[in-house]
C-alpha cells in the first residue's frame, strides 16, 4: 500500500514481470507520473492505485489481468478542468475479462468461477469526449467513478443496467 504515494518527480515506471498485484492506492497522487509499464503476469489492480495521477494519460492492461478495485483507473483528474486523466485505456486482445470497447473500458461478467456462463458485462471506464453516450445493450452495471469528469450531458442507460455504483456519473 502507498508504495510511491505522493512522490513528486516520479515519471516513469517500468514494473517487473515479478509484480503481481498493485495494492490500494500505491501511486496515489504521484502527479507527474507520465507512464508506467504493467507487466505481464499482473493479476490484480487495487482500489485507487492511480488516483490523481494527473499525468498519467494512458495506460494498457495485460492479458493476466483479473481484478480492477474501485477508482483503479477512474480517478486520475487533477482538480483543474484540464486535467481529466486518462484519455486513452488499452487492453490485450487475450485478456478474457476486460476489453475496450470505442471509448470505453468494459469488464466480462460471468456466473461462477469457471467463466463458461456471460451474464452480461460490467462499464468501467468512459474516456471519450463526445457529450452524448449511448451504453452497451448488454450492460448491466455501471461500475464507481465510470463517468468521472467526463463531460457527458447525456448517457443514454440500457434496461439491462441493474446496478449503477457511487459516484458513477459524479
Known amino acids: 500500500e502507498n508504495a510511491a504515494a505522493g512522490n513528486t518527480v516520479l515519471r516513469e515506471v517500468i514494473l517487473p514481470d515479478t509484480v503481481h ?5 500505491a501511486f496515489e ?14 493479476r490484480v489492480i487495487e482500489a485507487n492505485a492511480f488516483s490523481h495521477c494527473i499525468c498519467l494519460r494512458e495506460i494498457h492492461l495485460p492479458a493476466s489481468l483479473e481484478y480492477l478495485g474501485e477508482y483503479a483507473v477512474s480517478d486520475t483528474f487533477g482538480w483543474s478542468e484540464s486535467l481529466n486523466g486518462l484519455e486513452e485505456i488499452t487492453v490485450d486482445e487475450r485478456n478474457p475479462l476486460f476489453h475496450r470497447s470505442g471509448d470505453a473500458l468494459f469488464q466480462n461478467l ?3 468461477d469457471e467463466r463458461t456462463e456471460k451474464r452480461g ?6 474516456f471519450g ?12 452495471c455501471i461500475l464507481p467513478g465510470a463517468f468521472r ?3 457527458i450531458f447525456r448517457a443514454d442507460v440500457p434496461e439491462a443496467v441493474r446496478k449503477v455504483g457511487k459516484d ?3
Open 21 to 25: 498485484t498493485i495494492r490500494e492506492a
Open 29 to 42: 497522487g504521484c502527479q507527474q507520473l507520465e507512464k508506467i509499464f504493467l507487466p505481464e503476469g499482473l
Open 110 to 112: 460471468f456466473d461462477g
Open 121 to 126: 458485462r460490467a462499464l468501467v471506464k468512459y
Open 129 to 140: 469526449r463526445d457529450r452524448k453516450y449511448e451504453i452497451p445493450g448488454d450492460v448491466v
Open 149 to 151: 469528469r467526463a463531460g
Open 168 to 170: 458513477a456519473f459524479r
